[in-house]
């Protein structure tokens, strides 16, 4: 099969994982069930198996992991992880899986390998400054520059879930698990009988309940979207996540587009670009490659190679 990166997508929900060519072309998918409740320990486990299943066949150039967690991209340590994952802050998964394989391991966060993919082959390909904003049931950013994932100081740059607002933190306003749980609560039904695709349903067939906690999430993230354009003035913001496809494009992008545009002074709306993200489900595993590759060259120039 020729040389291959097994790529590894950890996330809340679900660890996606799939083989990669050099050409960056996916030869292999599927997807487990992160149980992220068992924590650090389980998720090391379910990886581990992923990788122990790839490694024959073919010649493994790296093992390329995104995950959810605040990530030191350098060492490939978690340095902080929410309480969805126990015991995940802490964790050096690329001194782990290098120890363990004798195979060069990079990190990086989820949400910055999915900016990172739309930047280089995605909606934003071509782009200098680009924003990456993923929402579902949390809101997570990214800023990429020149190519570049800009990380900030300690590697906590774009943290923008946790950005105040009038009504309080970005995250939970303007997330999907407040759409849903809203939508639930005025229908008089259980929280498990909803999810994200039956309101944006429900809300495109025009049930009033529905659009309105549409409207008011649509609102909060445009709010949310032109702040962040106020402070760092991108060419263009994507929009990912699991409900940002074509299937709610028409639902969700003119009103996002417009409550952005009604908080941001003219020059700044005209020149903001507003796409939704091209990679969906492959951005965390294709994001993970292109910093792999990034990493691996800025370690060879490095040792003169």
């Known amino acids: 099969m020729g040389k291959q990166y097994i790529c590894v997508d950890i996330g ?51 093992i390329c992991l995104s995950t959810a967690g605040i990530v030191d991209a350098d060492e490939g340590t978690i340095i902080h992880a929410n309480a969805n994952i126990p015991n995940y802050a802490g964790t050096n998964l690329k001194g782990y899986f290098e120890d363990k394989y ?66 309080g933190s970005f995250e939970p306003e303007g997330t999907v698990s407040t759409l849903v749980a809203e939508a639930a609560r005025r229908k ?3 929280l498990f009988a909803w999810n994200g695709k039956r309101v944006l349903g429900e809300a495109k067939r025009g049930d009033r309940d529905c659009m309105d906690v549409l409207e008011y999430m649509t609102a909060v993230l445009g709010a949310g979207i032109a702040n962040v354009c106020y402070v760092v003035n991108p060419e263009i913001v994507v929009l990912g996540g699991g409900i940002m496809g074509k299937e709610y494009e028409d639902l969700l992008y003119p009103r996002i587009r417009t409550a952005m545009d009604s908080h941001l002074i003219p020059i700044i709306a005209r020149k903001t670009e507003l796409k939704m993200a091209v990679h969906r489900n492959d951005a965390g595993m294709l994001g993970a490659f292109y910093h792999f590759r990034k990493r691996r060259e800025k370690v060879g120039r490095n040792s003169g190679k």
Request: glycine share 20%; charged share 20%.
């Open 12 to 62: 809340g929900t679900f660890i996606k994982h799939g083989l990669v060519s050099q050409a960056g072309d996916f030869l292999h998918r599927g997807a487990v069930e992160t149980e992220s409740k068992k924590g650090a320990s389980a998720i090391l486990e379910k990886v581990d198996g992923i990788i122990q299943n790839y490694l024959p066949g073919g010649e493994t150039e790296g």
């Open 102 to 167: 004798g195979i060069p391991c990079e990190v990086e966060n989820d949400v910055n390998c999915a900016g990172l993919a739309e930047s280089v082959s995605g909606a934003a390909a071509g782009k200098r400054i680009a924003f990456c904003l993923t929402v579902g049931t949390g809101i997570g950013g990214c800023l990429v520059v020149d190519g570049n994932i800009f990380h900030g100081g300690n590697n906590c740059a774009c943290e923008v879930g946790y950005m105040q607002s009038g009504k």
């Open 188 to 190: 008089g039904e259980p």
